[in-house]
């Protein structure tokens, strides 16, 4: 049973539109973490939230942490084909063991 | 930053053998490290938390004598699967705590 599920799952869209992925849980998490990853390639950490509301920008994204701290989003703004690739949130109910999320596989075309 | 070095970054060894990989801390020492394994298009399942003098503590489901793990310092884990055969073929990722949560490339394993 996973604990964290994504959604959505695919998503395929043309460069300079925006979207949105979820993260969402019936847990409560101490952390959340979102990562993206190519191909081939371990995940890259993009941002770690760990308060309840906690909003975070990194350039053109946006991590939001829930108030209840179970469950994120990441926007993107204006996506761009190097945005292309695997995304990834985790969610820590100890000290620094993650758990991570069903995935969020997305396709920026140019 | 710090650096969590993997090797190999892909084996093929034939079914019935047993593949090491190591995953090291380069500039940082780690206590725990953890082991993931990830099918093609799919997310990462934790495996085990591998810890520094002591035995790994392994998820449900994961076979601990099938996937040996051994952390004898402060910068390697090892996995050793044992008698691979061609269902354990799948990306194997290891972290480990820095500042942050940095993996390694990962290895690739195909066995045949």
């Known amino acids: 049973t996973q604990l964290l599920e994504q959604s959505p799952q695919f998503l395929s869209i043309q460069e300079g539109e925006n979207l949105t992925v979820y993260c969402n849980s019936s847990s409560v998490f101490s952390s959340l973490q979102w990562y993206r990853q190519e191909p081939g390639e371990g995940p890259v950490l993009l941002v770690t939230?760990?308060?309840?509301?906690e909003v975070k920008k990194l350039k053109r994204l946006t991590f939001q942490f829930g108030d209840a701290r179970k469950d994120s989003s990441l926007h993107i703004t204006a996506a761009q084909p190097g945005d292309t690739g695997l995304y990834l949130c985790a969610g820590a109910r100890g000290t620094y063991k993650y758990i991570f999320g069903t995935g969020t596989r997305l396709k920026v075309l140019a | 930053g710090a650096v969590v070095s993997q090797h190999p970054s892909r084996v093929i060894c034939k079914s019935g053998t047993s593949v090491k990989i190591e995953c090291r801390s380069l500039?940082?020492?780690?206590?725990?490290m953890f082991w993931y394994r990830q099918f093609p298009k799919q997310s990462l399942m934790l495996m085990a938390t591998?810890?520094?003098?002591?035995?790994?503590?392994?998820e449900q489901g994961v076979e601990k004598d099938k996937f040996l793990i051994n952390h004898a310092s402060l910068t390697l884990s090892t996995l050793t699967v044992t008698s691979a055969h061609p269902e354990d073929s799948s990306f194997y990722i290891c972290?480990?705590?820095?500042?942050?949560?940095?993996f390694g490339s990962g290895t690739r394993l195909t066995v045949v």
């Open positions: 939230v760990v308060t309840g509301g």
């Open positions: 591998s810890n520094e003098g002591s035995k790994a503590t392994y």
């Open positions: 500039d940082f020492q780690a206590t725990t």
């Open positions: 972290s480990a705590q820095a500042d942050g949560y940095t």
